[in-house]
């Protein structure tokens, strides 16, 4: 299995700031992603993050507000720019395991409010 | 209607108890199905892996797959309070297909002493 650490683990900001959100990953991963979980849903993909490429957003979510990196195997960062009450939520990072590619693992998330 | 559905709760029940958690799901292609607990604060941590129909048995966790009927089940036996927790169930595409599950909302689970 892998273990993935995040910071901040929580944070409150001022609308219209960024914070970025760092992922830790303690062995090498295929791929990396960066979801939302907001209270009483489902979890939901923000992203898939690629090593050296811009990452694969899904439906609803855009770049220039979720601006993604990947620089390496083992870690990405996910910033969330120009906040608005609407984005408290927490944000997880995952991971797929190398063993079996259709599991994935999961940070212990980023507690996010926006006043 | 949702490619997942699962009864949010909460569902309350006595220690040592037979806990039934379930889901339904839509997409008939879905292959591989899992079961994450996610403790209060905490990231979801995978629970149980299986593959197609079946069941698949750890400890005192029974996952159980009927493709047929587009049902999958997760039992806990002699449940602890330790159990309490949000289970939710998720279910990816096969092999050549896209990878990223599709999970359920949760249900949240309470065993009281």
């Known amino acids: 299995s892998a273990v993935i650490s995040q910071k901040p683990s929580r944070d409150i900001c001022q609308r219209g700031t960024s914070l970025t959100i760092q992922c830790q990953v303690d062995?090498?991963?295929?791929?990396m992603f960066w979801y939302r979980q907001q209270p009483g849903q489902s979890l939901t993909l923000i992203a898939t993050a690629n090593q050296g490429s811009e990452a694969t957003y899904e439906s609803g979510f855009v770049i220039d507000k979720f601006p993604i990196s990947r620089p390496n195997l083992t870690f990405s960062t996910l910033t969330v720019s120009n906040m608005s009450p609407e984005d408290s939520s927490i944000y997880l990072c995952?991971?797929?395991?190398?063993?079996?590619?259709?599991?994935?693992?999961f940070g212990p998330g980023t507690r996010l409010l926006v006043l | 209607q949702k490619e997942v559905e699962q009864d949010p709760g909460p569902l309350s029940v006595p220690e040592g108890a037979i806990v039934s958690l379930n889901c339904t799901y839509s997409?008939?292609?879905?292959?591989?199905f899992m079961w994450y607990r996610q403790y209060s604060r905490k990231g979801p941590e995978l629970l149980m892996y299986?593959?197609?129909?079946g069941n698949k048995e750890d400890g005192r966790f029974t996952a159980q797959v009927d493709k047929s009927s587009k049902y999958i089940s997760l039992f806990i036996r002699d449940s602890q309070p330790s159990d309490s927790a949000t289970y939710l169930c998720?279910?990816?595409?096969?092999?050549?297909?896209?990878?990223?599950?599709?999970f359920g909302r949760g249900t949240s689970l309470i065993v009281h002493p």
């Open positions: 997409n008939s292609a879905f292959q591989y």
């Open positions: 299986t593959y197609s129909s």
């Open positions: 062995s090498q991963v295929t791929m």
């Open positions: 995952s991971a797929r395991a190398l063993e079996y590619q259709e599991t994935q693992y």
């Open positions: 998720a279910m990816s595409l096969t092999s050549g297909g896209s990878y990223i599950p599709t």
